[in-house]
């Protein structure tokens, strides 16, 4: 076994492959970049290399940089998690060249997997069945629209050495496959610095289900399994599961000997993931499925495997790589219960997924169990920014069945708290809990098709809206040192010798105005009237930043976490941001920024659609931008004639950058207001709205 592992990765990945090491005694080696210096993995390691500035193009893509920092450590192995250099065969041959053992498949594995047309003909030959399509040679415009003819729209286009959602657009019609084609390509050479493409058929009820494949160099190879990933947003994964709803034993003997026919005729060695989609239309059939692509590497899913097999697939990993044999055989394997996974994003569902970024003033996640796993890279006090992937944690539960597993993820989700960064922590919580979901009938545009459920905005809880009232009337500022937290004369809240303190308030919850009037009781009970709603309440105790609420007929924690001049108010697992609205401010900035249109968050310039001059209509692309792993559409809040294009493609710009500006006009047009300078913002995968 290995000395000592570099562990050529970050966040929640790294500190998973240092859990395992240091179990098995392996010393562990971290590297970060300079926004990394304090993160966690950094901490969990038992010594940490710089490897270069915040971009991972200049520090965690650096394979100079990650090999210097591995000669120097004197590492005998490297991990490469997944992402980053994880699928690089140039990695691979220069770590072998310099004598450090790379924890993963040969490079030829990998470049044999590595563009997806390459592949589809390589599994053709192997037997495998493959989704119709045409990845060959060909890649003129017009050449592709015939192919995507003959194949049959909807289409999918796809980057040949795309993967993890990028470089895909779906073209539905044969007017959509020119703006899917230019923008696959354009996200294709960003991403990947490969701008061909292949098309295929477009499977209108699909699931996406993948098999977990092992092999050794000792020439065992065999599956660990299906995962189903069919639950979506922009092709990315949401939530995944083992076994799949629905998998018969005909279906699931015949997909891993597909898998691992497809892992034994590119030679390989560890862990990978063979993932296909099936064709639902008539339920799942063993001669409704075709491969759709290989992971050489391990899954950020591969928890719910491991869950249901009792297995460590990193400790499989590195014993693999070090040249031992698999830890068992096919036939000592089996499925034990069920296991679901939650990825919990720092994104903001309810204005199309966008990344956010902050720091996370305030974490807390449940307690771990034999039936609940939370992997995290995160902790209080730490940064999500636009630099990496803004997954913040996976949360995994197992059951003896489906129906136990998810009630254990769903009481999971509810438990944990996170304050200071938005977050899909509602979004996941309502997925989990949406009947249809339950049922097991899914495929991988359901969340499309319920997305106005799923964001649909609950009221605000009773407890949350008391809590916010009085906090806006300053009952829970608190006291000076020495002082008891709700004693009278070390607060701010109003007194009144006879008769009850009355004040009227004005706030925002979760960006919702608030008004409400406040009257303090003298028994210590506060009186909150907003609108129909009037409730009863007094604060009981307070433990920290925990406050204890009596509403008459129950008693309801509330966490409280100062932000900026507001307040995160936590609650039932969710987290409500609570703001005293400036309304001279929110005014100035209404009227200023019918002028221009600004960047919703940091990033790249990735293409400039229009010019000085131009004419355009509300929601017409203006720029697109490159942030946090995809491709963001700014449109036009209204009408307008283009005054200035204020970027150039290629620029890095920080969040509230002036983008574009309008030329003047005889007043704002009513469709614009409340805009304020931001635009429409989209997906590049997303429909106009």
């Keep these: 076994m290995f000395r000592k592992l570099l562990v050529a990765n970050r966040g929640e990945i790294a500190c998973r492959v240092m859990r395992t090491a240091h179990r098995l005694g392996i010393r562990t080696v971290a590297v970060y970049s300079d926004a990394d210096r304090d993160a966690l993995h950094v901490a969990m390691a038992d010594e940490a290399w710089r490897v270069g500035p915040a971009p991972a193009s200049r520090s965690y893509l650096d394979m100079e940089s990650v090999l210097t920092a591995t000669d120097a450590a004197g590492a005998d192995a490297v991990h490469p998690g997944y992402g980053f250099l994880s699928e690089n065969p140039d990695f691979i041959e220069a770590c072998t060249a310099a004598g450090v053992a790379f924890v993963g498949p040969p490079a030829a594995a990998v470049r044999a997997m590595g563009l ?378 109003g007194w009144r010798l006879w008769g009850a303190a009355e004040q009227r308030v004005h706030l925002e919850v979760d960006g919702g105005a608030v008004e409400a009037l406040v009257a303090y009781q003298d028994d210590g009970t506060c009186r909150i009237d907003s609108g129909s709603t009037s409730l009863v309440a007094k604060p009981l105790r307070r433990d920290g930043d925990r406050i204890d609420l009596d509403l008459a007929d129950r008693i309801v924690p509330v966490r409280t976490v100062p932000h900026g001049a507001g307040v995160h108010l936590i609650h039932d697992g969710r987290t409500y941001s609570v703001a005293l609205p400036n309304r001279t401010a929110d005014a100035e900035e209404t009227a200023s920024a019918l002028d221009h249109v600004i960047a919703p968050l940091p990033g790249r310039v990735a293409k400039t659609a229009v010019r000085s001059g131009d004419t355009v209509e509300r929601g017409e692309t203006l720029v697109v931008l490159e942030a946090m792993k995809m491709e963001l559409l700014v449109e036009a809040p209204r009408d307008a004639v283009i005054d200035e294009v204020a970027v150039s493609e290629g620029d890095q710009v920080v969040e509230g950058t002036v983008l574009v500006t309008f030329a003047e006009t005889d007043g704002p047009s009513s469709s614009s207001a409340g805009q304020r300078g931001r635009g429409g913002v989209r997906t590049a995968s997303e429909p106009p709205r």
């Excluded at 539905?172 to 701008?195: C, H, I, K, Q, V």
């Excluded at 394997?333 to 305030?362: I, K, M, N, Q, W």
């Excluded at 913040?392 to 003896?400: E, L, N, P, R, T």
């Excluded at 509602?426 to 098709?449: C, H, K, Q, W």
């Design 116 to 493: 997806k047309d390459a592949a589809k003909r390589l599994m053709e030959a192997a037997g495998v069945p493959v989704i119709p399509g045409y990845h060959g040679e060909e890649q003129d415009d017009d050449a592709l629209l015939v192919h995507a003819r003959r194949i049959g729209f909807p289409v999918l286009v796809k980057a040949v050495a795309g993967g993890g959602g990028k470089g895909m657009r779906r073209a539905d019609t044969e007017a959509e496959f020119p703006d899917a084609l230019e923008g696959t390509r354009r996200e294709a050479r960003s991403s990947f610095g490969n701008d061909r493409v292949l098309v295929e058929r477009c499977v209108t009820k699909p699931r996406h289900i993948e098999i977990q494949v092992f092999a050794d160099a000792h020439g065992n190879a065999l599956h660990l399994f299906e995962r189903d990933c069919s639950p979506q947003r922009r092709h990315q994964k949401v939530v995944e599961e083992s076994p799949a709803p629905g998998m018969t034993p005909e279906m699931r003997r015949a997909m891993g000997a597909a898998a691992v026919a497809a892992a034994r005729s590119i030679d390989y060695r560890g862990a990978g993931t063979v993932e296909f989609i099936a064709d639902t239309s008539e339920g799942l059939r063993e001669d409704r499925f075709w491969f759709m692509e290989m992971n050489t590497r391990l899954q950020v899913e591969h928890p719910v495997t491991e869950m249901v097999t009792g297995t460590d697939l990193v400790e499989w990993q590195l014993r693999v790589a070090a040249g031992e044999p698999l830890p068992a055989a096919q036939s000592g394997l089996s499925l034990e219960g069920h296991a679901v996974e939650a990825r919990v994003y720092a994104e903001d569902p309810v204005h199309g997924f966008l990344p956010a970024t902050g720091v996370l003033t305030h974490v807390e996640a449940p307690m771990q169990s034999a039936h609940l796993r939370i992997d995290c890279g995160v902790r209080q006090g730490d940064a999500i920014t636009p630099h990496y992937d803004p997954m913040i944690a996976k949360v995994v539960a197992h059951g003896a069945d489906r129906g136990t597993a998810l009630e254990r993820l769903a009481g999971a989700l509810r438990t944990f708290e996170i304050a200071g960064v938005t977050t899909n922590m509602a979004f996941l919580s309502r997925l989990v809990a949406d009947t249809r979901f339950r049922s097991g009938a899914v495929d991988t545009e359901f969340i499309d098709r319920a997305l106005d459920t799923l964001l649909a905005r609950d009221p605000v809880p009773d407890a949350v809206l008391a809590a916010a009232a009085m906090h806006a009337a300053g009952a829970f500022a608190r006291p000076a040192a020495g002082s008891r937290w709700n004693d009278p004369w070390s607060t701010l809240v």
